[in-house]
């Protein structure tokens, strides 16, 4: 069995801080795709104005899709239900649109230092989307397990 030490004292995956832990890791990964998906949502056409600008094509299906996998991705994550598969497509989404909408290998200069800072930025939240898809989702969860 796993452990985890928290100040000085080995935690499981069944004690109550090693619960809570996972609970915020879910919460902190899922508020930026809440967040994301419900501005786009209420935004609509300045988020299809967006897809435009990154050349997408049928940029208010496009707009949809994210919208429907921000919102449906970050809500299971936040709620622990089938949070494997959840965290595995937000994993995989997040890469797709890293490599869309912050290409740094474009730019040069300050640009190019703040691209891929966003990109080392998301790489991150795609670690923590693993380990989430790798662990499951803690006691703390509407789907335990899954």
């Known amino acids: ?5 928290f100040k000085g004292h080995s935690q499981t995956p069944d004690s109550s801080a090693y619960s809570w ?3 915020m890791a879910r919460l902190c990964l899922a508020a930026v795709f809440l967040y994301s ?6 935004h609509w ?11 997408l094509p049928l940029p208010a299906v496009a707009v949809a899709l994210t919208v429907a996998v921000q919102l449906l991705g970050g809500l299971a994550v936040a709620l622990g239900w ?7 497509a937000l994993a995989i989404f997040t890469v797709i649109a890293t490599l869309i909408g912050h290409p740094f290998w474009n730019f040069e ?9 966003t990109m ?18 803690g006691h703390l969860s509407a789907g335990r397990g899954e």
């Open 1 to 5: 069995m796993m452990s985890v030490t």
């Open 45 to 55: 056409q300045a988020a299809i104005s967006e897809f435009e600008g990154l050349s």
């Open 82 to 88: 089938r949070v494997r598969l959840a965290a595995l």
């Open 120 to 137: 080392l930025e998301h790489l991150a939240i795609v670690g923590g989307f693993l380990l989430l898809a790798a662990n499951g989702p």
């Open 37 to 42: 998906g419900s501005t786009k949502l209420i």
């Open 109 to 117: 200069g300050p640009e190019l230092q703040h691209q891929l800072t």
């Open 21 to 23: 832990v996972c609970l």
